[in-house]
């Protein structure tokens, strides 16, 4: 049986989201979403509560076997690591987007001398902080987020 770990800051949960979970479903038998913490405001605008709705929301009727934790920035990379094992159940790999961004690599140097690393092919090529742009600027992102994410902002923001 084999449990996977995906971390993301999900501000907000988009379609690439939901690809990269729906992508490691199809190999793991669990899955346990891991969602980063911040103080950062500006680029974290979303709360823990919000992103869980908006995960959820998303994944209903497509599955089930999952958990979400919320993981905490720490300030060093070894007390990350710790926190992380501390705080979420025991995994065998761990799925990241290829996108290579800052966190991506990030978790990766973190965790590949411990666990299995596994990249998933990019969905399209969405982007959060291009997504929270278009949230400021009244844009539309209907085509970015699934319809319950886009329903949710529309109403709750």
């Keep these: 049986m084999t449990t996977a770990l995906l971390i993301g800051r999900f501000q907000p949960f988009h379609l690439g989201h939901l690809y990269l979970i729906s992508e490691a479903a ?3 038998d669990k899955l346990i979403i891991g969602i980063g913490i911040s103080e950062n405001k500006e680029e974290n605008p979303f709360s823990f509560t919000k992103r869980v709705k908006m995960i959820n929301d998303s994944l209903k009727g497509k599955l089930t076997d999952y958990s979400i934790f919320a ?3 720490k300030e060093k990379d070894e007390e990350w690591i ?3 094992e501390k705080t979420v159940p025991k995994f065998d790999v761990v799925y990241l987007s290829d996108k290579n961004t800052f966190g ?3 978790v990766e140097r973190c965790l590949k001398e411990k666990y299995m690393i ?3 092919k990019q969905y399209k090529n969405i982007n959060a902080t291009e997504i ?3 949230i400021k600027d009244n844009e539309d992102i209907r085509s970015l987020v699934p319809e319950s994410v886009f329903n949710y902002l529309k109403t709750e923001g």
Aim: overall charge positive; glycine content about 0%; charged content about 55%.
């Design 82 to 84: 710790i926190n992380l």
């Design 71 to 73: 993981v905490p920035d």
């Design 26 to 28: 199809k190999e793991a």
């Design 118 to 120: 596994k990249k998933i």
């Design 104 to 106: 991506e690599k990030w």
């Design 132 to 134: 929270r742009e278009k």
